[in-house]
């Protein structure tokens, strides 16, 4: 009896020593946290009076956001919101969210993608009481063509449309046909999307899509030969400038939605950057002898909610 206690008492010992030689596992270095202040706009601020929320995240050294992002009420540092970005100024943010109203009850929750919220989607008002959200679609811009002079002609040999879209649109779908000439294309602008806009949990996205897909359905002939062109998609007024006062040319970082070259046939959806009520489409006709006629047009998805 007493070898077997010592046996075990050896056991003991070799298993505890086995365990103190065992190297141990490589300590996680997260970044520090930084605490940012904002103010009502959420603009950042370092006036103490001005601080409306705060925000907590830690940051990589090249300033990218590592781990959860959440953001505070301040001063009672009740939570705000919460989730992964993308990138910051301006928020992307990403994967699953939640934000939060001032007392302490659900604002909103739901999936992000690239900044896109998607069809789990769900917000609340400050009662607890459910949003409901319906879509419609309208033409933000009929059927509509211009004749483009030549690249070498004495007239100018660019076009810019304006497009208004009306409050709580939350995306477009264009289409846009370029071809030499001066035979303008023709489609229909109606859609039909009677069964998907009566399911809103379909998503802006899906909605976005759809009408893309019934739009490019339509048959518009192709043109005899692919006409030269470039064309861009802006919501800043200044890039739209530059545009008409230089041979066609947009230069600021981060101003088009859309460039394209040598593309004389597109139809797409497209998500708008929140509160969007105007953008443009700028052609240019790269062809150094001939005309080109470009028609265009554009749907809106209207989002309302109550």
Known sequence: ?????????LLLISTVTALAQRPKPAAVSLPPADTVYFDRDWERTETLEEVAYARIARHDAAGKTVGTVRDYFY?????????????????VPSGLCTGWHENGKLSFRGTYVNGAQQSDFRSWHEDGREIKCTYAVEDALPLSSAEIHCSNCMHLSRKVFEIDVPEGTVGIVYKLDIRDGHQPASWSTALSMAAALSNPATGTVALLSMAASTLSKQDTKPPTTSTKCHWYITTSPAAMQQFLATKGSITIPNSCLRMETNTPQETRPMSLPPGTRRFFVCVNNDNYTTDATATLSVTALVKACN
């Open 1 to 9: 009896m007493v070898k077997l206690y010592f046996l075990q008492f």
């Open 75 to 91: 001063p009672s540092w009740q939570k705000q919101w919460e989730g992964k970005m993308v990138k910051e100024h301006p928020d």
